[in-house]
């Protein structure tokens, strides 16, 4: 109960009152319980989900009839703080350039330990920089949490997830972008990506860095692990 409410119910309460009802200052007490009103609904109100400023769409990465791997959840998606919890559905979401358009797409990938997704600070706010310099972002929705490689605090280990969801779901994006190519008026050869902390492990390195593309575990650009082979058309275009 925030400390507004409090004030407010201290006021009225005839015990602990010390002046008369004319000595009230009506005035504030409106005040007090318009706030602790707005405290209570803020409360009580569920949790929000994401969704980019309109006109803009989500794109489901995958076709609904097809199932994919679900990431263990703890609750529907939520949207708090600037960032995403238990996706389970992913989606991309096109950001169009502003001014002339150079052709050139980046697909970003937040980070968020694949715990959450810092949708905002290392998403959309990226992708009002890029379109701003003409070029069209792609911002994908991953699924998390525990969809990638993990630091384990409880046994001091490195956990890997039976099915890498989050990598699944960047090839999934790099190949829908290239099929839409025609449509997005984007030149497949301009494609580029950017990642930030754990969704910097889903974007290709060259050989020689931290990690080689595709990853040694055997995820490859089709067939991948827990995706049941070629899904259809888009699964026919390259992930890098």
């Not at 929000?48 to 076709?63: C, D, H, K, R, V």
């Not at 280990?157 to 190949?175: S, T, W």
């Not at 290239?178 to 990642?195: F, M």
Request: proline share 9%.
């Amino acid at each position: 109960m925030s400390r507004a409410l409090g004030r407010l119910l201290q006021a009225l309460d005839p015990c602990k009152r010390g002046p008369g009802l004319m000595d009230i200052d009506w005035r504030r007490l409106g005040m007090l319980a318009g706030l602790s009103l707005a405290s209570v609904v803020a409360w009580a109100s569920p949790a929000s989900t994401w969704q980019p400023e309109a006109p803009l769409t989500q794109i489901p990465l995958w076709p609904e009839s097809h199932e994919i791997a679900r990431p263990p959840v703890t609750g529907p998606e939520t949207f708090k703080e600037e960032s995403i919890e238990n996706v389970t559905r992913p989606t991309m979401t096109i950001y169009p350039p502003k001014g002339v358009n150079t052709g050139t797409t980046v697909v970003v990938f937040p980070g968020g330990g694949y715990r959450v997704l810092a949708i905002e600070g290392e998403g959309t706010k990226i992708c009002d920089w890029l379109t701003g310099k003409g070029m069209t972002c792609a911002l994908l929705k991953y699924r998390v949490p525990t969809s990638g490689p993990q630091w384990d605090g409880s046994c001091q280990c490195r956990r890997e997830p039976k099915i890498h969801m989050a990598l699944q779901d960047a090839q999934r994006a790099i190949r829908l972008v290239r099929q839409q190519a025609a449509t997005l008026h984007i030149d497949v050869n301009k494609i580029g990506v950017i990642g930030f902390s754990a969704g910097g492990r889903n974007a290709p390195v060259p050989k020689g860095r931290t990690w080689v593309w595709p990853p040694p575990s055997g995820f490859a650009y089709r067939g991948m692990a827990g995706a049941g082979g070629e899904v259809d058309a888009v699964d026919r275009h390259a992930s890098s």
